[in-house]
């Protein structure tokens, strides 16, 4: 079993930064790829960036040049830069491991006008 636990959501200005992290624990060794989702109110989770674990990466795109994932030991950063508010949703940090998904229970990020 993998848990996760994501931190570093809150209330942010239009154009602002916000850097999140997520902390796999567990068997940590299964872990293949992971990567952020989020879900805004009304809408479906929807994928943000993953990071396979050589290191490749794929971003939505509506976050390409904006947002940058990164990956150190049993730790991922998602660094959201010049965001705006279509950003607005709980973000899920997630991993993935031979067909099986673990996530973690979200954190809330807020972008004000």
């Known amino acids: 079993q993998v848990q996760l636990v994501e931190s570093g959501g809150g209330l942010v200005q239009a154009g602002g930064s916000l850097r999140l992290s997520c902390v796999a624990s567990g068997r940590i060794f299964m872990i293949n790829a992971m990567g952020w989702y989020r879900q805004a109110p009304g809408k479906q989770r929807e994928l943000v960036a993953v990071i396979q674990s050589g290191g490749s990466t794929n971003y939505a795109d509506s976050v390409k040049d904006r947002f940058t994932i990164s990956r150190a030991k049993n730790t991922v950063i998602l660094q959201m830069n010049s965001v705006n508010a279509e950003d607005t949703a709980v973000y899920y940090c997630?991993?993935?491991?031979?067909?099986?998904?673990?996530w973690g229970k979200g954190t809330l990020v807020t972008v004000s006008p």
């Open positions: 997630a991993a993935f491991h031979n067909g099986m998904d673990y």
